[in-house]
């Protein structure tokens, strides 16, 4: 449990009172459900509470007005979307289903006094409060990479402006350049996504800048699907794609962002475009509110997503600790779905269900070349763990149409989960 300072819990409360008199907390007599952030995790748990609940007051904070997907973001760098197409607006959640959508961003959490302060003087009290604040990128972590140096070497890990930067540096370089893309160590957000980055660039470069490479320099000697990438980069970007593993000295342990240097333990690299992707940790509001562990990342209970820590807090989403659920938009998805049950459960005064979740990863190495992987997931010896026989990943040796139609499948996957959490 946090120690919180007496000056702060009494700020929460007089703010509390200010805004229940507006009628913005605990009108109506229903539960207060307060949800932060309004990903793919926050916008599930809100849209859900309110299905499971519909008495409860269910406010969502996002700190945008829309919140840019990183799933299909690879798309947009590589040019073959535009940010429209990445765009989630939350308004089907405020006008079709009844929840309150605040635009603010969340400075403060007081779990004693039960309230969310925002940097725009406002505080929600809650009953329960899940929160989903995606990943933060650890400045330093990676010596000489901080908010500074991702100006100039985009990571392009959180959707949004640093996409379009690091798709104009793209498109900027000259034929024959190097693109090289720095991969983190695990855990970090989608363990997929660095490669199929890799690929979306080369089948760019392939059409447009036919004597360019890329680098991947990575921090780990294997990765998610690596043998079905492989498999696709050698029929496709044979001569684009060079994958250097930890084993052969692809760490990156320092970069110079001012001088475009990217530093391993033996060499140099001067690239044409950099694509820095640092070490993460759980949303910094989660740091801050004392959800996290030494891991950087929060501990849960593992069937309902309450934090151990901060009771009638759920964390969900990347800050969580989901044993081997990946963190990718579907496992926050599906986790929102366990937790909006327990949290339901809970209010009612019943025993939440046994917990079990979903996930499929879809990657594309090229528009019309998808992979997949998927698992479906139970608490086994008090971890959330893959149900042995579940899932599995896309075969070996495929022909053309079904890595076409795996594609498609992606497309699907995109519209239907977009429609599941925002519409
Ligand atoms: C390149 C790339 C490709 C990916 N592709 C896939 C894919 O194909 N499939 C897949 O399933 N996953 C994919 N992912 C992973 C996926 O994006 C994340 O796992 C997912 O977004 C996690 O959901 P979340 O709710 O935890 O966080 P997010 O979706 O990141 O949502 C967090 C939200 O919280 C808000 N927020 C944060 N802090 C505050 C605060 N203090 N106050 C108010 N609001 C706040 C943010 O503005 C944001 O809107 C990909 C990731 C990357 C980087």
Redesign the pocket.
Same mark, same amino acid.
């Given at each position: 449990m946090i120690n919180i300072s007496r000056r702060t819990f009494t700020g929460f409360v007089g703010a509390a009172g200010a805004l229940s008199a507006l009628g913005l907390s605990g009108c109506g007599g229903g539960p207060r459900i307060v949800v932060?952030? #309004? #990903?793919? /995790? #926050?916008a599930t748990a809100a849209k859900y509470v309110k299905r499971y609940l519909p008495s409860a007051n269910v406010v969502l904070?996002? !700190?945008?007005k829309s919140?840019f997907?990183? +799933?299909?973001? &690879?798309t947009v760098i590589a040019g073959m979307n535009d940010m429209a197409f990445i765009e989630r607006k939350f308004d089907a959640l405020a006008n079709k289903h009844g929840i309150t959508v605040v635009t603010?961003?969340?400075?403060g959490i007081d779990p004693v006094s039960k309230a969310v302060k925002?940097k725009g003087g406002n505080t929600f009290n809650y009953d329960k409060l899940v929160v989903? +604040? #995606?990943?933060d990128l650890k400045w330093g972590a990676l010596a000489g990479y901080d908010q500074a140096a991702a100006e100039i070497m985009p990571h !392009?890990? =959180?959707?949004g402006p640093q996409t379009m930067l690091l798709r104009k540096q793209i498109e900027a370089m000259p034929n024959g350049g190097v693109v090289a893309i720095s991969a983190p160590g695990n855990p970090f957000?989608?363990p997929p /996504?660095p490669y199929?980055?890799a690929s979306l660039i080369a089948n760019y470069l392939k059409r447009n800048k036919p004597k360019s490479k890329i680098l991947i320099l990575d921090s780990k000697d294997a990765f998610a699907k690596d043998k079905l990438f492989k498999e696709g980069w050698e029929k496709m970007y044979d001569d684009i794609i060079e994958w250097v593993p930890a084993a052969k000295n692809g760490k990156v342990t320092r970069v110079d962002a001012k001088a475009g240097v990217l530093e391993t333990d033996f060499e140099k690299i001067k690239p044409a475009v950099a694509n820095v992707i640092p070490p993460q940790s759980a949303?910094?509001?989660a740091i801050s509110t004392g959800l996290t562990d030494k891991s950087g990342f929060c501990p849960v209970n593992p069937n309902t997503f309450e934090s151990t820590l901060v009771k009638d807090v759920f964390v969900?989403?990347?800050?969580c600790i989901a044993g081997d659920m990946p =963190? %990718? /938009?579907? %496992? !926050?998805s599906s986790q929102a779905k366990v937790a909006a049950g327990a949290i339901a459960a809970m209010v009612m005064g019943d025993k939440p269900a046994p917990m079990s979740a979903i &996930?499929?990863?879809? %990657?594309l190495l090229a528009p019309d070349y998808g992979i997949s992987v998927a698992g479906v997931y139970s608490v086994q010896d008090g971890k959330i763990a893959a149900i042995k026989g579940s899932g599995g990943v896309s075969p070996m040796g495929a022909p053309y149409q079904f890595r076409k139609k795996e594609a498609d499948f !992606?497309g699907g996957w995109?519209a239907s989960?977009s429609q599941d959490s925002w519409g």
């Open positions: 932060v952030g #309004g #990903g793919f /995790g #926050g904070i996002d !700190a945008d919140h997907t990183c +799933p299909f973001s &690879n603010d961003l969340v400075v925002t989903s +604040p #995606g990943i !392009a890990w =959180k959707a957000r989608c /996504g199929e980055r949303g910094a509001i969900i989403g990347d800050s =963190k %990718s /938009g579907y %496992s !926050a &996930n499929t990863c879809y %990657s !992606a995109y989960i």
